[in-house]
C-alpha cells in the first residue's frame, strides 16, 4: 500500500469514526446493510458477542480505536526484542468469527496479539488488514489457511517470519500479501 492509499484509509477510518459518533451517542458502534463501524472500546463489555452479531448482514467491517486513552505505545511490532512478548493481550472476541457475510474486515492498529480461531468462519473473506498489530503472523498462518476465498491480505508492522511466510505463500497463486 502506497503513501497515498495508506492515509487515505486513515481519513476514512476517522471519517467513520466522527460520523459513528454523531449518529450514535450512546452506543459507540453503528451498522447498515453493506459496511460497519465498531471501535475496540465497543469490544471490551460482556455484551460484545451480542453486538458484533448485530453485524451479521454486514459485508465491510472496520474495527478501530475510538481514541488512544488506555492504549500504550510498545516496542516496535516487528521487534524480536523479548519485552515483544510482555505486550499486553488484546483479542478480538469469538463472535467476529459468525459474520459469514463478510468480505472485507480491517483490524489495524489495534495491538492484537493473536486472532481468535473463529476467524477461520468467515469464509466469505476476500480482503483482511492485520497491519499495525502485535501479531506472530508464524502462529496465525492456519487459521488464515481456511479462508479460501482471500485475494488480499496486509500484514504489515507484525511480527514476520519471511521465510514461513513465502513458504505458505506458494501455494496460494491468487492472494495477494503485502508485509
Same mark, same amino acid.
Given at each position: 500500500?502506497?503513501?497515498?492509499?495508506?492515509?487515505?484509509?486513515?481519513?476514512?477510518?476517522?471519517?467513520?469514526?466522527?460520523?459513528?459518533?454523531?449518529?450514535?451517542?450512546? %452506543?459507540?458502534?453503528?451498522?447498515?446493510?453493506?459496511?460497519? #463501524? /465498531? =471501535?475496540?472500546?465497543? $469490544?471490551?463489555?460482556? @455484551?460484545?458477542? &451480542?453486538?458484533?452479531?448485530?453485524?451479521?448482514?454486514?459485508?465491510?467491517?472496520?474495527?478501530?480505536?475510538?481514541?488512544?486513552?488506555?492504549?500504550?505505545?510498545?516496542?516496535?511490532?516487528?521487534?524480536?526484542?523479548?519485552?515483544?512478548?510482555?505486550?499486553?493481550?488484546?483479542?478480538?472476541? %469469538?463472535?467476529?468469527?459468525?459474520?459469514?457475510?463478510?468480505? #472485507? /474486515? =480491517?483490524?489495524?492498529? $489495534?495491538?492484537?496479539? @493473536?486472532?481468535? &480461531?473463529?476467524?477461520?468462519?468467515?469464509?466469505?473473506?476476500?480482503?483482511?488488514?492485520?497491519?499495525?498489530?502485535?501479531?506472530?503472523?508464524?502462529?496465525?498462518?492456519?487459521?488464515?489457511?481456511?479462508?479460501?476465498?482471500?485475494?488480499?491480505?496486509?500484514?504489515?508492522?507484525?511480527?514476520? %517470519?519471511?521465510?514461513?511466510?513465502?513458504?505458505?505463500?506458494?501455494?496460494?497463486?491468487?492472494?495477494?500479501?503485502?508485509?
Amino acid at each position: 500500500m502506497n503513501y497515498f492509499s495508506r492515509h487515505f484509509l486513515l481519513v476514512f477510518v476517522i471519517f467513520l469514526t466522527i460520523v459513528s459518533a454523531c449518529s450514535q451517542s450512546t %452506543d459507540r458502534y453503528t451498522k447498515n446493510q453493506d459496511a460497519g #463501524y /465498531l =471501535s475496540i472500546e465497543g $469490544l471490551i463489555d460482556a @455484551s460484545i458477542n &451480542e453486538r458484533i452479531k448485530s453485524f451479521y448482514e454486514v459485508e465491510k467491517l472496520v474495527v478501530s480505536k475510538e481514541n488512544e486513552s488506555g492504549w500504550h505505545v510498545y516496542p516496535p511490532r516487528e521487534s524480536d526484542d523479548p519485552i515483544f512478548d510482555q505486550v499486553p493481550q488484546k483479542l478480538l472476541y %469469538d463472535a467476529i468469527g459468525d459474520l459469514r457475510q463478510l468480505k #472485507y /474486515l =480491517s483490524v489495524m492498529d $489495534l495491538d492484537l496479539t @493473536s486472532l481468535p &480461531e473463529s476467524i477461520s468462519r468467515l469464509t466469505s473473506l476476500d480482503t483482511l488488514n492485520l497491519s499495525l498489530n502485535y501479531l506472530t503472523i508464524s502462529r496465525e498462518l492456519d487459521k488464515l489457511s481456511q479462508l479460501k476465498k482471500l485475494k488480499y491480505l496486509d500484514i504489515r508492522n507484525n511480527r514476520i %517470519d519471511t521465510l514461513i511466510l513465502k513458504k505458505w505463500m506458494s501455494d496460494k497463486p491468487g492472494l495477494k500479501v503485502v508485509y
